[in-house]
């Protein structure tokens, strides 16, 4: 974990550094701060990220494809174990990624625009659980991490997209109003941890289905990061 958190923060902050001008790099990506709040008598984390511009209000451009489909995150990375978000245990980054991309929707049971059709809202910001890890190919450093579709071993929760990834659509709620975005989490979904430390970043990431020596999901540029070195210094309150 210690090995690819500094690999990461080498990568992010090589990125931030020489990343090309990105048409969604503005202030509604710029983060001022991060935080996680425990309410004890509701049962739940409130995370949330605040931002020197609105929170929410850039969305991606449409491709017209799943190839190459741009997905815009808000993301908390975490020292939360796999295990306790539904996963198999693996090595990798435990991160809650609240993202938007209109080419595609990867929540089927869960209908967040409310007009009841379930497959056409990804533009709608919407949370996943993913395991990042390093990975050079793309300039952010890193990507979701992959599994074959035949390996057993793997365990995904029962509200996973069914993509060959470490990840989950969860559901929860998540609601955006001025500069801060903000989304609710139940302790019994993330096995009644609230001791755990965290950071905030702002991303843009891509979606690949015809390179195979490229991630499937991957982090092309980082926006920012609330600690400047993606170094988890915060705990929850």
């Known amino acids: 974990m210690k090995l690819i958190l ?22 509604d990506f710029s983060i001022k701060k991060v935080n996680v709040t425990h309410k004890a008598k509701l049962g739940v984390t409130v995370w949330e990220i605040t ?17 190459g489909a741009p997905v815009l995150g808000y993301v908390f990375p975490t020292n939360l174990k796999p295990t306790d978000v ?22 089927p049971l869960w209908d967040e625009n409310n007009d009841k059709i379930y497959d056409n809202d990804g533009i709608i910001w919407h949370p996943h659980w993913v395991v990042l890890h390093k990975d050079e190919r793309v300039a952010g450093g890193l990507s979701v991490k992959q599994f074959k579709k035949a390996d057993e071993t793997v365990v995904l929760p029962p509200t996973n997209p069914g993509m060959p990834m470490y990840m989950d659509s969860p559901g929860y709620p998540v609601t955006t109003k001025e500069n801060k975005i903000k989304v609710v989490v139940p302790d019994y979904r993330i096995n009644n941890r609230t001791d755990f430390n965290y950071d905030g970043v702002a991303a843009f990431m891509k979606v690949n289905t015809s390179n195979k020596d490229l991630p499937m999901l991957g982090v092309y540029e980082v926006f920012s990061v609330a600690s400047g070195n993606l170094s988890l210094p915060y705990k929850v309150k």
């Open 51 to 67: 931002v020197k511009g609105k929170a929410g209000k850039t969305t991606p451009t449409k491709a017209g494809k799943l190839d």
């Open 86 to 107: 539904g996963f198999s245990n693996t090595e990798g980054i435990v991160a809650l990624a609240l993202t938007s991309h209109p080419d595609f929707d990867d929540t």
């Open 6 to 27: 500094s690999s990461a923060i080498l990568l992010l902050s090589i990125t931030t550094f020489y990343a090309q001008t990105n048409t969604y790099k503005n202030d």
